[in-house]
């Protein structure tokens, strides 16, 4: 759970690229530019680590959790590969790119609603 919380805040943390470019000056952008390189794949690397350590849990939770958690991987997964081949995609990259960050933000909204929808089942 930690490490989702972890992931979470990377999440945040990526997406604040977009909302800094669109108000903060040229400097700012060229530093979170940097670090948006390096936290999108740490992002994807810790993706695959969370799901290796809670996949002990399968069968102890909602099986939705698992597919949102997987759809999750694989959007991140071409989000990165978006970025790798923004040549030969030319304009369509960032399309890519922005349409898989939709895909991840709505999977992570589901995947914590059942998770603590579940967790709040198991209490009881």
Same mark, same amino acid.
């Given at each position: ?5 972890i ?20 400097s ?28 002990? %849990? ?5 099986? +939705?959790?698992? *597919?949102?958690?997987? &759809?999750? !991987? $694989?959007?991140?997964?071409?989000? #990165? ?7 030969? %995609? ?5 399309? +890519?790119?922005? *349409?898989?960050?939709? &895909?991840? !933000? $709505?999977?992570?909204?589901?995947? #914590? ?12």
């Amino acid at each position: 759970m930690v490490v989702g919380f972890i992931l979470t805040g990377m999440f945040i943390l990526l997406c604040m690229n977009m909302v800094v470019k669109k108000i903060h000056g040229e400097s700012m952008k060229k530093k979170l530019r940097g670090a948006h390189k390096w936290l999108g794949c740490i992002f994807l690397v810790v993706i695959a680590v969370h799901l290796i350590i809670t996949w002990p %849990l399968l069968r102890q939770r909602p099986t +939705i959790m698992y *597919v949102l958690g997987f &759809v999750m !991987l $694989g959007a991140a997964a071409i989000s #990165v590969q978006s970025y790798c081949f923004r040549n030969k %995609l030319k304009k369509r990259w960032i399309v +890519i790119h922005r *349409v898989a960050t939709i &895909v991840i !933000l $709505g999977c992570l909204i589901g995947h #914590v609603v059942v998770g603590f929808s579940s967790l709040g089942q198991y209490q009881k």
